[in-house]
């Protein structure tokens, strides 16, 4: 049945990644959001060895692939690969953490880096908007054929989050990816974050990198009204408008906006937020998404930051090692169920039904809560009479 088939994952990832006693917990040094969001940047990175190979898009755009060397002797023959995307304008030194844990932890790891981006050439006028999956598309394709029968999973940060979310909103269940990890996604295009100083700084990343392929997007551009504007949409609009053809920034909405269709509940996701984060505000979370989604599961913790999450001393990336955690979690599922006869297989990927388990769990500072299920109607039973005054719940199985 659906409902042992959820329940099956639900409980491997429950056990698996400990989530019921996994509590976050950032020391006094790191509490402060903006120190969380500054520390991938000025913590001392891991030696990590990458080995840059370039792929040809379909439009003769060329984008970069950042295979880790580094620590080959802990990866076997047959070991997952892990996908991991920066956000916009940065590279593999930002990521350079989950590429040092997940080599430990034996998986293959690969960074994805969009045209023009991480130190990479740019040969066509074209810059990738935020949330468009063309590239990534093709690159995940090359990837599977490259390395034939290895599971395939995929970790994207920050502004990296809306590419991740396109692609699978776009495939579908035909989806390469076996999993999946958003961290501090904005779920919407970026336009406006929470303090105008993160604005200023993406704003002058891109600029940066406008001008430093000045050359090959000024057939196109009109680099003096790029460079001239400060203010965040409408940079994007006259940077990306004459990039994709679009001749209002209305219709180019549609091209940079997260895409997240029906199906895209088909690949497991794990999605982590903290309330506290300086670029997304917490108000627009999409809680009913996630609880009406199978498959789907968001974490929020009320530190964090964005794409911080440090803890313990020496600081600790504690969503990277959630992360990596899922990811070896959706494989044992997959794994196991793979070992079964074909008749007693039920499909992983499944659609939601009436009467599937619903299952809340709290991260951070709220107490357990008892969860209580009935054969038709599953309700949820807590302790504390005014537990609805702390609606929604910490994190969300399903």
């Not at 995307?85 to 997940?102: K, L, Q, R, W």
């Amino acid at each position: 049945m659906l409902l042992c088939l959820l329940f099956s994952i639900t409980w491997i990832v429950k056990d698996k990644c400990k989530l019921t006693d996994r509590v976050f917990c950032s020391s006094k040094l790191f509490s402060n959001r903006h120190f969380q969001t500054l520390l991938p940047y000025i913590l001392p990175k891991p030696e990590v060895t990458f080995e840059r190979e370039y792929l040809q898009m379909h439009d003769k755009g060329v984008v970069a692939l950042d295979w880790v060397t580094s620590c080959q002797e802990r990866v076997k023959r047959r070991a997952p690969i892990l996908l991991v995307i920066p956000p916009v304008t940065e590279g593999a030194a930002y990521v350079s953490n989950i590429c040092f844990s997940g080599t430990e932890r034996g998986f293959r790891v690969v960074v994805f880096n969009r045209r023009g981006e991480g130190g990479s050439y740019l040969t066509t006028p074209k810059l990738q908007s935020f949330c468009d999956p063309s590239d990534l598309t093709q690159a995940i394709e090359y990837v599977t054929l490259k390395v034939v029968g290895c599971p395939l999973a995929a970790v994207a940060y920050g502004t990296g989050c809306g590419m991740l979310m396109s692609y699978i909103g776009t495939s579908g269940s035909s989806s390469k990816l076996v999993a999946r990890v958003c961290i501090s996604p904005s779920y919407e295009a970026p336009s406006k974050s929470n303090c105008p100083i993160y604005d200023t700084i993406l704003l002058l990343k891109l600029k940066c990198l406008v001008l430093r392929h000045m050359k090959a997007l000024s057939s196109v551009l009109d680099i003096s009204k790029v460079m001239s504007t400060w203010m965040l949409p409408e940079f994007s609009s006259s940077l990306y408008c004459p990039l994709y053809g679009c001749p209002s920034p209305s219709q180019l909405a549609d091209a940079v906006k997260p895409v997240l269709g029906a199906n895209s509940a088909d690949v497991p996701l794990l999605c982590i937020n903290g309330l506290d984060d300086p670029v997304c505000a917490s108000a627009f979370l999409p809680y009913h998404t996630f609880q009406s989604r199978t498959n789907s599961l968001l974490v929020v913790t009320n530190k964090g930051g964005h794409c911080g999450f440090y803890h313990q001393l020496p600081p600790k990336s504690w969503s990277d090692s959630l992360s990596l955690d899922y990811i070896l979690a959706v494989e044992e599922f997959n794994s196991r169920a793979s070992r079964l006869p074909k008749q007693a297989r039920i499909p992983f990927r499944a659609t939601s039904a009436p009467g599937c388990l619903n299952m809340y769990c709290s991260t951070g500072d709220l107490r357990d809560r008892k969860v209580r299920s009935k054969e038709s109607n599953l309700n949820t039973i807590h302790e504390k009479e005014n537990v609805m005054e702390s609606f929604p719940p910490k994190v969300y199985f399903e």
